[in-house]
């Protein structure tokens, strides 16, 4: 059974501090998502990750795909108040277009504090 | 932006009645899910569709469910006489071929 174990399940941090939220498997994954939930609404994408060392940026985000493909990370500079949510990671475990269901790791929720 | 839509936002049936649980993938879109999420818990794979039949199943999705595309447009996840552990917010999700997987703002369904 393909498993992705988030850390941390919480974070609560100030304004302007950084983090990072890790995303880890033992199994390899073709791809893997990151993705933000609000409560009581669905997971909205924000970026895809598929070859491994893979680094992409989003404004003040950074994810991280590892050389293996079995892990990734999540790096926030300068959080705002507007960062605060469920942040999910998803790795697609089929190497067949018609195989490739998301698994979704535990969620890391974030808090950022004016 | 095109986006995936569901409908009821929130559905509440008693135990042993039929749900159909309703998603409008994005147009150009050939692949289809149903995900589940337990309050609290990590948001599961139930199903996915693609070529007007199933591609995998989870081990949750079993003879109480099905899935349809009636038309061009429609999506529809049946669960066939709900149980009080099928409470859970439904997400549908839809893709391109190679493209990542956009979900719907999902459906609660509450059974009591």
């Not at chain 2, 936002?9 to 050939?30: A, D, F, K, Y």
């Not at chain 2, 309050?39 to 469910?65: C, M, P, R, W």
């Not at chain 2, 549908?92 to 509450?110: D, K, M, N, W």
Request: charged share 20%; aromatic share 12%.
């Amino acid at each position: 059974t393909q498993l992705l174990e988030q850390s941390p399940q919480f974070l609560s941090i100030q304004e302007g501090e950084n983090l990072t939220v890790y995303c880890n498997s033992s199994s390899v994954f073709s791809s893997l998502q990151w993705y933000r939930q609000e409560p009581g609404e669905g997971p909205v994408l924000l970026v895809t990750v598929v070859t491994g060392g893979e680094v992409k940026k989003l404004k003040r985000l950074t994810f991280q795909f590892g050389d293996a493909r079995k892990d990734s990370s999540l790096h926030i500079t300068a959080a705002q108040p507007g960062d605060t949510g469920l942040y999910l990671c998803a790795g697609a475990s089929g190497w067949s277009y018609n195989t490739d269901k998301l698994i979704f790791g535990t969620g890391t929720r974030l808090q950022v504090f004016p | 932006e095109p986006e995936v839509t569901q409908t009821p936002s929130h559905q509440v049936t008693q135990m042993g009645q039929e749900v159909i649980l309703r998603c409008v993938p994005i147009s150009n879109h050939l692949y289809f899910y149903w995900y589940r999420q337990i309050l609290g818990q990590k948001v599961e794979f139930l199903v996915s569709f693609y070529n007007n039949e199933i591609s995998e199943k989870s081990e949750i999705f079993d003879d109480q469910f099905s899935v349809e595309r009636p038309d061009g447009s429609n999506f529809t996840l049946k669960i066939r006489s709900t149980k009080l552990e099928d409470s859970a917010m439904y997400f549908c999700a839809s893709r391109v071929i190679t493209g990542e997987q956009y979900f719907g703002p999902g459906t609660r369904l509450t059974v009591t």
